[in-house]
């Protein structure tokens, strides 16, 4: 994936509590917002009524995704990156879910080539999406907040179809020392357009926390973070998605999926696209390892 460096330019930014007794948020200071959907992690466990695991890789069970490890305490959700012998697992939450993911159901005689569909618990159309989050510590896998149209590439115009709107990505912070966000779409196949991600230098805090966010309007996109713009895709260079989006707060270790392997290789279980290994980094990570969050919201323009 090619990448436009980004040099981050600053803005002006206002500081506002939106929910009492939280950190205030952080939101660009031209506008009026109204707070639509939020989660504060104040439980003991993750809140299920918002949030779905998402289990599968392009319809086949992944080995790199969990329900496992997710930690909610002390006001913040924790996701565990998990050893198990020689293999690696970590959460990947989503407020609805992929429909191409959805494994075949083998016990219906339907043609219908995906399962039942997890229920959708969030859809929103524009606003602005903020997650307060500190990083993982250790290199091999990576974490994000994105994001993604239940049909992304299922129709010739992405307006219709939606697009993966990648609001964080850690993945080069170990290795480049930078940070990656921006828009595909077109689906992930010979359609796919993936040539607007920017590529910005990583600045630690001093608590370790950060914000980013994306405002998301009929125009286009505006990527921050801490306070930061670093990038804008806008219309009609970037496809802007004009339906309804689910959000997702994800990890992933690196080397299981986006392996294939011939389906039926003698003396092999086909496991489709997550045939793969974990890479030599997972083996060299200190535990524990945590993508940490404080809260994820989003606000409507008003």
């Not at 809140?47 to 998402?54: G, L």
């Not at 997710?70 to 992929?98: E, M, P, Y």
């Amino acid at each position: 994936m090619p990448f436009t460096i980004s040099k981050p330019e600053k803005c002006n930014m206002k500081e506002e509590t939106v929910v009492e007794g939280h950190v205030p948020s952080m939101l660009p200071s031209d506008k009026k917002w109204r707070l639509v959907w939020n989660d504060e992690f104040d439980g003991d466990a993750l809140d299920e009524s918002k949030w779905n695991y998402r289990l599968n890789f392009w319809g086949y069970r992944s080995p790199a995704f969990t329900t496992e490890g997710v930690d909610v305490s002390d006001g913040t959700l924790k996701i565990n990156l998990l050893r198990k012998g020689n293999d690696f697992c970590s959460a990947h939450l989503q407020t609805g879910g992929l429909t191409f993911y959805n494994p075949r159901d083998a016990t219906s005689k339907k043609f219908w080539p995906f399962g039942a569909k997890d229920k959708f618990k969030f859809m929103h159309k524009y606003g602005y999406y903020e997650i307060r989050c500190r990083l993982p510590k250790c290199d091999g896998w990576h974490c994000a907040f994105w994001l993604q149209s239940p049909s992304i590439g299922a129709h010739p115009d992405p307006a219709v179809a939606g697009v993966e709107c990648d609001i964080m990505e850690n993945y080069r912070q170990h290795k480049y020392g930078t940070m990656v966000c921006g828009c595909g779409w077109g689906g992930y196949g010979a359609e796919g357009k993936w040539a607007g991600h920017y590529e910005f230098p990583f600045e630690e805090t001093e608590d370790g926390w950060h914000n980013y966010a994306v405002h998301w309007t009929p125009e286009g996109y505006t990527f921050y973070a801490d306070g930061k713009i670093v990038g804008k895709q806008m219309a009609p260079e970037c496809a802007v998605s004009q339906v309804e989006q689910f959000l997702l707060v994800t990890t992933e270790c690196h080397g299981y999926n986006r392996v294939f392997k011939a389906q039926g290789e003698a003396g092999e279980v086909t496991k489709g696209c997550c045939s793969g290994e974990p890479v030599p980094e997972l083996f060299e990570a200190t535990l524990p390892d945590v993508f940490e969050v404080d809260y994820v919201r989003v606000f409507d323009e008003t």
